[in-house]
């Protein structure tokens, strides 16, 4: 959750963040109140403590005769320590209640408004153009023999498929191209769960209100994640890092279950918005105030490979109101898609700062020796929308699709996909 302590110093900080969001501003001033509440229970509660901490000490060197009736204050005294408690627990449970309706304040430049209100920061390479009518990539997939929708939905219904044959290479190939380049710049890698636990994924911000989106399986109380994220930050829970060398970064390649149970009649057409994809996602636990500039190294990683595959894409800075509530500041990449006319989501970074952490008690130690929460962040570095991007903007008039040459290594020196003949099944 928040910092209670920024927020009774500089309740306007996130009155205004509240209202960049587009949510409640009245929250931060009930907050403050429901602090205010918890903080004098909690000081009643221990001045009661510590007068019967000193009432006992008078009970056991009372003589025998007196300390019969000092006996009997005692034990009133004890009751009203036992009902203090619970006054101070509940005032605690109330505020964590209320507090927990404040999203991370954002960061300064962060544009205020809705999804359409984001922030251009740059744009690279020109859109392709091309002297034929160019297919999607749900038609370049289907010549390739590279998606199979049909069998996908036989299978498991609307908005899954099949990876086959050059598809699925192709897939690999672009993760472990990814692979490489977090290898190179210090990560380490992880093969996630996804099958976490509530409080895992309560801690990470993924418990509010899109919480629709979420698989649950109620007979083992386990959420199927949408991220290795949920899993990587869940990794140090309850641990105090050292971070006096470096930050820790982790790259986490996981499938990924999404119910876009938002999004219908929405991008129904092929690989765009599906159930299930694979993914490798970066995650960093760092300094606080070192957090806005590795902010800037993870957009720099994924910059890298879109320019290595090719792929024309703009930069933008998201709107408060499309942030996620654990995020103060977000980045996406979006790749050109010809058929779509359109920038489409492929990367999406985000600074976290201390808000993951407090949630689930991940601290560093400070020059002073005491503990304090770290600052997170997490970045897409390679997913199975990626191929979307790639076949549409290097496709060739016969259906054939050109490699980009930095993924060529990883498909074994493979330089052009072509199509091959559809087979029925008997």
């Known amino acids: 959750m928040i910092d209670p302590v920024l927020l009774r110093e500089n309740p306007d900080l996130f009155k205004r963040s509240q209202e960049a969001r587009g949510d409640s501003v009245k929250a931060v001033d009930a907050a403050l109140a429901a602090d205010a509440e918890r903080r004098s229970t909690i000081t009643a509660f221990e001045d009661l403590r510590a007068a019967q901490n000193l009432f006992g000490k008078r009970v056991a ?155 649950y399986l109620p007979a083992d109380d386990l959420y199927l994640t949408g991220t290795s994220e949920v899993a990587l930050a869940g990794y140090h829970k309850d641990e105090i890092l050292d971070l006096s060398e470096e930050p820790l970064r982790y790259a986490g390649w996981s499938t990924c279950y999404r119910r876009e149970a938002g999004s219908g009649g929405k991008d129904t057409r092929g690989i765009i918005r599906v159930h299930q994809f694979n993914k490798l996602e970066m995650f960093t636990y760092v300094l606080p105030e070192n957090a806005e500039a590795e902010h800037d190294r993870l957009v720099a990683l994924q910059e890298g490979m879109l320019q290595s595959l090719g792929l024309s894409y703009r930069v933008i800075d998201v709107a408060a109101g499309d942030l996620g509530s654990s995020a103060a500041r977000k980045f996406d990449i979006e790749a050109w898609v010809p058929t779509q006319n359109a920038y489409r989501e492929l990367t999406s970074t985000s600074n976290c700062t201390t808000y993951q952490a407090r949630r689930l008690d991940i601290r560093y130690r400070t020059d002073t020796g005491k503990t304090a929460p770290v600052a997170t962040l997490n970045g897409t570095l390679a997913t199975t929308r990626w191929l979307v991007a790639m076949l549409e903007t290097h496709q060739q008039a016969d259906g054939s699709v050109l490699v980009p040459s930095a993924l060529r290594p990883y498909l074994g020196g493979l330089e052009v996909l072509t199509p091959i003949p559809v087979k029925g099944s008997k």
């Open 61 to 215: 060197s009372a003589p025998g005769a007196e300390k019969k009736a000092l006996v009997a204050e005692a034990q009133i005294l004890a009751a009203a320590v036992k009902a203090a408690g619970v006054v101070a627990g509940d005032a605690d449970a109330r505020f964590a209640t209320v507090v927990r309706t404040i999203a991370n304040p954002i960061i300064d430049g962060v544009p205020a408004g809705a999804e359409e209100n984001f922030a251009t920061l740059r744009t690279h390479g020109d859109a392709p153009v091309f002297d034929f009518e160019p297919r999607d990539h749900l038609e370049l997939g289907e010549l390739l023999g590279a998606i199979d929708m049909a069998r996908g939905a036989k299978v498991s219904g609307t908005r899954f498929y099949f990876l086959k044959g050059i598809g699925a290479r192709l897939e690999i190939a672009l993760m472990n191209m990814a692979l490489d380049r977090a290898l190179e710049a210090g990560f380490v890698p992880l093969i996630t769960p996804t099958l976490v636990r509530p409080e895992i994924m309560d801690g990470t911000g993924f418990l509010g209100e899109h919480n629709d989106e979420v698989y």
